[in-house]
């Protein structure tokens, strides 16, 4: 009773995390990594326990003579020491070293590898929210206000809409501030040239630590195809394949030799001065879960390395490419009607290149994928009249200068 009450509130806490507010600070597949396989992972995780904690994970056959205390005791040695396996059509060899070749050592260990496991999806996200904090851009207040104001009134829309272009403007204005700050020393030459590929003051920061969390993404999901071959002893990166291939032919793949029901095991009582050695036939019933948990992940992180490297692919075209990032920002100024053609389409690409740079290119894009293009349409044309109004102030600043100069020269006179 006690362990099922357990096991409840173990299940409670995993509502109660999904229930957490979703930040809106990256996109869909970033999701599928540290959210829905994260969860997936905790799920199988309290399965998997619940089988080991709450009901029998292991029985074993014992010997007619063994009483009720001898039974568990045989039980959870061969539990707590490792199982081997033999197929029922080979003779048990004489010798512990062959028996041992084929020991079973993973089955104790498959709820905290999993929680490993479910870690190690999550960090590339931890990695992200810490490093993206000092761009200068709160792109997850950005990101939400965006998404909340294509479902609000009008007049609420239209505020919102006005906060966020302000909001981003002003950062952008900060980034650039910061480059134009820097004293041209020796020192800071040098981090120029080493911060031209993710430095703030580049304008590039953000989109550059968002491709390394995608490739820490992707070293993840396939280096866990390979770190299970150490854990389960083979050659589980090909375990797939096999399954298919099984399937296809007909096989009985379900009498795995990777997860086998039936094990061996080999264990001794000792009684005063004696030792008597046993070796017992035992059912591993926990097995008939790990092999269809370890079936999916296979799929799974197959599944999650092909979108996330689809995904890489897909940014890097977006942001690496200027003319990718001009046609971007042109499409949305054409559908409010901003530009025409001519000047106006050479001032939409120094608006790109110079004004909005890779950062705010990327925030766009990043707002595009969680709420809608009409959202996008909005900020650009708002960001598009902030940039002319600024121009037309620097270019009038810049007039109006010669005459004033000449002005108080003459006065001097």
């Known amino acids: 009773m006690i362990a099922w009450l357990g096991m409840d509130s173990i299940i409670g806490s995993v509502g109660r995390v ?31 326990s619940a089988r080991q904690y709450v009901g029998d994970p292991i029985r074993c056959w ?5 009483t009720g205390a001898h039974v568990d005791y045989t039980n959870n ?15 048990v060899p004489e010798s512990h070293a062959k028996r041992v070749e084929n020991e079973l050592t993973y089955y104790q260990w498959v ?12 960090l590339p996200c931890i990695v992200w929210r810490l490093l993206n904090g000092h761009s200068g851009i709160n792109v997850d207040r950005i990101v939400s206000l965006a998404s909340d104001a294509q479902y609000e009134a009008p007049e609420v829309r239209m505020r919102t809409i006005k906060y966020v272009v302000r909001h981003i403007d002003r950062c952008l204005d900060n980034q650039r501030e910061s480059r134009h700050r820097c004293c041209v020393t020796l020192r800071h030459i040098l981090s120029a040239k080493l911060s031209l590929l993710c430095g703030r003051r580049y304008g590039n920061y953000l989109i550059a630590t968002y491709l390394v969390m995608k490739v820490l993404y992707i070293s993840n999901a396939i280096g866990q195809l390979f770190m299970l071959n150490a854990f389960l002893a ?23 030799k990777r997860f086998p029901r039936v094990t061996m095991c080999d264990f001794s009582i000792r009684q005063m001065t004696n030792s008597h050695h046993y070796s017992v036939q035992c059912v591993l019933p926990i097995n008939l879960f790990n092999e269809k ?11 999650v390395s092909v979108l996330t490297s689809y995904s890489l692919m897909s940014w890097l075209w977006q942001m690496v490419f200027p003319s990718s990032r001009i046609h971007y920002v042109r499409k ?4 409010m009607d901003r530009i025409g053609s001519g000047p106006d389409k050479k001032l939409a690409t120094r608006f790109t290149m110079e004004y909005l740079r890779h950062d705010g290119v990327f925030t766009l894009r990043l707002v595009g994928k969680n709420s ?24 009038r600043n810049t007039s109006t200068l010669p005459s004033n100069g000449h002005e108080s020269d003459g006065e001097d006179v």
């Open 18 to 48: 999904a229930n957490v507010k979703v930040r809106n600070d990256d996109d869909l597949n970033d999701r599928v990594n540290h959210l829905y396989t994260t969860g997936i992972l905790i799920i199988f995780t309290v399965v998997v």
């Open 62 to 66: 014992c010997p007619a003579q063994f």
């Open 234 to 256: 083979t050659e589980y990166n090909l375990y797939g394949f096999q399954v298919l291939d099984d399937l296809i032919k007909g096989s009985e793949w379900t009498a795995s």
């Open 77 to 91: 040695i061969c539990w707590i020491s490792n199982t081997y396996y033999i197929p029922m059509e080979y003779a």
């Open 293 to 303: 948990i370890y079936i999916f992940l296979w799929f799974w992180l197959v599944f």
């Open 332 to 335: 949305f100024l054409k559908i």
């Open 111 to 122: 709820p905290v590898m999993l929680l490993i496991q479910a870690l190690m999806f999550y």
């Open 372 to 395: 809608s293009d009409i959202v996008v349409a909005e900020i650009v044309s708002g960001l598009w009249d902030v940039y002319r109004s600024k121009k037309s102030i620097q270019i």
